[in-house]
């Protein structure tokens, strides 16, 4: 029996706010799935409607075959750990994991707590109270204490927020393998992008209350399909300019004077508003236009701005028509010299880059 997490048209208000806007998902069984956005854009009320924490104001949530909507959240097969760990304080680590196990008279408690440490990667850390524990070790009990009730989908609601960067990374690391390792369903919220990329195989994008795109990482990185996603997912430039016809497979835009072409999905109608995007890391920069090679597709600039930051640098490039470009470049590459205020030829692969509709009065 298939265990997919579906919502259907879920839907919650509050007063005059809707949180979450007939919101249709569907969470395959044994996913590593991350709802990110901003902060207020509705993530953490979804989560909390999946838990049984707040009622939806319409649309149906179901696991599986089963209709949950209605369901008391103890009733559910779902667990959540929170950011905040809500651990017992007066409990030690075992008896914190045992908690679950005991309300529902379960067996061989003492094996399962053990099971659950040791996944948790805590053995020996049984007889601690939480109190005695640093904040990542608290996080990973209170993982196992969601864990050891064996449930059908954790929700996990910015679990990692607490922790400091390095631990952070850390335990995006275990969260992965202990995702490999149990096989259910995890549904994480968070508002950091990579976090949700380095750690899902499905990220849904959120967006005041709707899903602006939903898929792997790395096609909402490579194709996004709104300005949104465009900004939100990394960091993208986006050319203003209007769609001028086909060429074979790809699409024509006219943008600054000149024309470009971009490999596009579906076709638009000529005239349309559109952004041509190019992330920074696909714009090169060349002192010469014969340094820059026949296929790619170039505009002109000066360099207004350069950052080291560490493993690359980032320069600001001034185009003729006003536009700022970005350029992410390797610091040990090609682009190490390029001096503070150089006429550059910005340049790129048009395969790498994409294709969106410009909503009236942006660019
Ligand atoms: P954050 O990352 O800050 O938690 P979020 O994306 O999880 O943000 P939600 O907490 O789901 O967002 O909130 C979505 C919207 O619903 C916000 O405008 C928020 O102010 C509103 N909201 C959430 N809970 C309530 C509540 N109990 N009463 C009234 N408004 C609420």
Same mark, same amino acid.
């Given at each position: 029996m298939s265990t997919d997490l579906r919502l259907a048209g879920v839907t919650k208000r509050f007063g005059a706010v809707t949180a979450v806007d007939a919101l249709d998902l569907t969470v395959p069984a044994g996913s590593f799935f991350a709802l990110l956005g901003?902060?207020?854009?509705?993530?953490?009320? @979804? #989560?909390?409607?999946? &838990?049984?924490?707040?009622? %939806?104001?319409?649309?149906?949530? +179901? +696991? /599986?075959?089963?209709?949950?909507?209605?369901?008391?959240?103890?009733?559910? $097969? =779902?667990? @959540?750990?929170?950011?905040?760990?809500?651990?017992?304080?007066?409990?030690? =680590?075992?008896?914190?994991?045992?908690f679950g196990l005991r309300r529902r008279r379960q067996r061989d408690v003492r094996a399962q707590v053990e099971r659950m440490l040791a996944l948790v990667q805590l053995e020996g850390y049984g007889r601690r109270r939480p109190g005695e524990l640093s904040g990542g070790q608290q996080q990973r009990v209170a993982l196992a204490r969601a864990l050891v009730n064996n449930p059908r989908v954790l929700l996990l609601d910015e679990p990692l927020g607490a922790l400091d960067l390095t631990l952070r990374r850390r335990m995006q690391i275990e969260l992965k393998r202990i995702h490999t390792e149990v096989g259910m369903t995890f549904v994480h919220v968070t508002?950091?992008?990579?976090?949700?990329?380095?750690?899902?195989d499905t990220v849904a994008v959120m967006n005041a209350g709707?899903?602006?795109?939903? /898929?792997?990482?790395?096609?909402?990185?490579? +194709? %996004?399909?709104?300005?949104?996603?465009?900004?939100? #997912? /990394?960091?993208?430039? +986006? #050319?203003?300019?209007?769609?001028?016809?086909?060429?074979?497979?790809?699409?024509?835009?006219?943008?600054? !004077?000149?024309?470009? @072409?971009? $490999?596009?999905?579906?076709?638009?109608? &000529?005239?349309?508003?559109?952004?041509?995007?190019v992330r920074p890391e696909k714009l090169h920069l060349a002192l010469s236009a014969d340094a820059v090679p026949e296929a790619h597709q170039r505009l002109t600039g000066v360099v207004t701005d350069s950052s080291y930051v560490g493993v690359?640098?980032?320069?600001?490039?001034?185009?003729?028509? !006003?536009?700022?470009?970005?350029?992410?470049?390797?610091? @040990? !590459?090609?682009?190490?010299?390029?001096?503070?205020?150089?006429?550059?030829?910005?340049?790129?692969?048009?395969?790498?880059?994409?294709?969106l509709d410009r909503p009236p009065g942006e660019g």
């Open positions: 901003a902060s207020g854009c509705g993530k953490t009320t @979804t #989560l909390r409607m999946v &838990a049984g924490l707040e009622e %939806p104001s319409a649309g149906r949530i +179901l +696991l /599986g075959d089963d209709d949950i909507t209605g369901l008391r959240a103890y009733r559910r $097969p =779902v667990n @959540t750990v929170f950011q905040s760990y809500a651990l017992f304080p007066h409990l030690d =680590v075992h008896e914190n994991i045992a508002h950091d992008q990579e976090e949700a990329m380095t750690m899902a709707r899903i602006e795109q939903l /898929g792997p990482p790395a096609q909402l990185y490579d +194709l %996004p399909a709104t300005p949104f996603v465009a900004t939100f #997912l /990394g960091q993208s430039n +986006l #050319l203003a300019g209007e769609q001028a016809g086909t060429v074979g497979d790809d699409v024509a835009v006219t943008a600054y !004077g000149q024309r470009f @072409t971009v $490999p596009a999905l579906r076709s638009r109608a &000529a005239g349309t508003s559109v952004f041509l995007g690359s640098s980032q320069y600001l490039v001034r185009t003729g028509w !006003g536009t700022e470009l970005s350029a992410f470049a390797a610091s @040990t !590459g090609e682009h190490r010299q390029v001096p503070l205020g150089a006429q550059v030829v910005a340049h790129w692969d048009p395969r790498h880059a994409f294709l």
